[in-house]
């Protein structure tokens, strides 16, 4: 077993590496567009038939490398996954600040205000297995959690979700936007920052709004294929 602090070395540099093929998709894409505009704008100029091979020849152009990108999305997030749920199973026993925050809550018990949950909780923000813990001091007191509900997750489950969100956009059902999303809400629930302040800045910067998935996202809608559906 891999020990905690390499794990967390190897899920940046994961999320990074998705980061990366969510750049490539989005940089092919954004060709295909460009050239099927290209293309449109000379039926005036070119018969049909001419028209309809360059339209071809780019769908599977865009196909192919789409493919070829989340062939190799689909292994980083293996990787990902076993990576996530080994570090989210070791717990840190030798932590003091773990093992104060856990005599505080058997201490004060209910004394404990929200504030005081949420500013226990802020010392571990990328510690799901210390979450875990702490959550379950406070469940055994009946103390509120502070929002531990909102950022304790199950990484398989999460893992899984990303796997069908990446089978959709190889299928044409789902933009690589909205992807690259549901990975930055993962790397962010990890604690993850990257330049600029923001998960995956690159691709949420500039989205296509011509995708219907992008516009619906801008209008705050959910997306087309809910999480599990």
């Given at each position: 077993m891999a020990t905690k602090e390499y794990n967390k070395l190897?899920?940046?540099?994961?999320?990074?590496?998705?980061?990366?093929?969510?750049?490539?998709?989005?940089?092919?894409?954004?060709?295909?567009?460009?050239?099927?505009?290209?293309?449109?704008?000379?039926?005036?100029?070119?018969?049909?038939?001419?028209?309809?091979?360059?339209?071809?020849?780019?769908n599977s152009e865009l196909k192919v490398k789409t493919q070829a990108l989340f062939q190799d999305c689909q292994i980083q997030l293996d990787k990902l996954g076993s990576a996530l749920i080994e570090m989210h199973s070791q717990f840190d026993l030798?932590?003091?600040?773990?093992?104060?925050?856990?005599?505080?809550?058997?201490?004060?018990?209910?004394?404990?205000?929200?504030?005081?949950?949420?500013?226990?909780?802020?010392?571990?923000?990328?510690?799901?297995?210390s979450m875990r813990q702490l959550q379950t001091a406070l469940k055994a007191r009946d103390i509120i959690d502070g929002g531990l509900d909102k950022l304790i997750y199950n990484a398989g489950e999460a893992i899984d979700t990303l796997k069908q969100y990446a089978s959709?956009?190889?299928?044409?059902?789902?933009?690589?936007?909205?992807?690259?999303?549901?990975?930055?809400?993962?790397?962010?629930?990890?604690?993850?920052?990257?330049?600029?302040?923001?998960?995956?800045?690159?691709?949420?910067?500039?989205?296509?709004?011509?995708d219907p998935s992008v516009a619906r996202a801008a209008a705050g809608l959910p997306p087309i294929h809910p999480a599990g559906k």
């Open positions: 190897l899920v940046r540099d994961l999320f990074f590496k998705l980061g990366q093929i969510v750049d490539k998709s989005n940089a092919a894409q954004n060709a295909y567009r460009s050239r099927m505009a290209e293309l449109e704008a000379q039926r005036n100029t070119y018969l049909p038939e001419h028209i309809q091979k360059g339209q071809d020849e780019a030798g932590n003091p600040a773990l093992t104060n925050a856990l005599k505080l809550i058997e201490i004060s018990g209910k004394n404990l205000s929200y504030a005081n949950v949420a500013g226990i909780i802020a010392q571990f923000p990328d510690d799901q297995a959709w956009v190889v299928a044409g059902k789902e933009s690589t936007f909205i992807f690259g999303v549901q990975v930055g809400k993962i790397a962010k629930l990890e604690n993850i920052d990257f330049p600029q302040g923001e998960p995956f800045p690159s691709f949420v910067g500039k989205p296509s709004m011509d």
